[in-house]
Nanobody, 123 residues
Framework: QVQLVESGGGLVQAGASLRLSCVYSDRTLNMYAVGWFRQAPGKEREFVATISGSSSTTYYADSVKGRFTISRDTAKDTAYLQMNSLKVEDTAVYYC????????????????WGRGTQVTVSS
């Protein structure tokens, strides 16, 4: 059974940085795209960033461009989301997901989801 486990969330002040990690249980998932999504209280889940299996293609939501960076380490079966210059509006539960391609993942056409990690940014 495929498992995606996120970690790295926490409570930080505005302007701080966090790095989220997503470890996946099946090495064959290295060939697929990984995406990060988030859901704030009372809002729908939204796309944040995605990276292709080859790491050659990345996409970001406009709201995080220039502040967040997605990457992956296939040797560790892990994807990362480096979040800098955090804002209060970045507060949400962040989810990792696996999709067939970066384009599909960006469109939320994913196959597997993690359970999420909470990120809270205070003013």
């Amino acid at each position: 059974q495929v498992q995606l486990v996120e970690s790295g969330g926490g409570l930080v002040q505005a302007g701080a940085s966090l790095r989220l990690s997503c470890v996946y249980s099946d090495r064959t998932l290295n060939m697929y795209a990984v995406g990060w999504f988030r859901q704030a209280p009372g809002k729908e889940r939204e796309f944040v960033a995605t990276i292709s299996g080859s790491s050659s293609t990345t996409y970001y939501a406009d709201s995080v461009k220039g502040r967040f960076t997605i990457s992956r380490d296939t040797a560790k079966d892990t994807a990362y989301l480096q979040m800098n210059s955090l804002k209060v509006e970045d507060t949400a539960v962040y989810y990792c997901a696996i999709g067939p391609t970066a384009e599909a993942t960006r469109a939320s056409r994913v196959r597997f989801w993690g359970r999420g990690t909470q990120v809270t940014v205070s003013s």
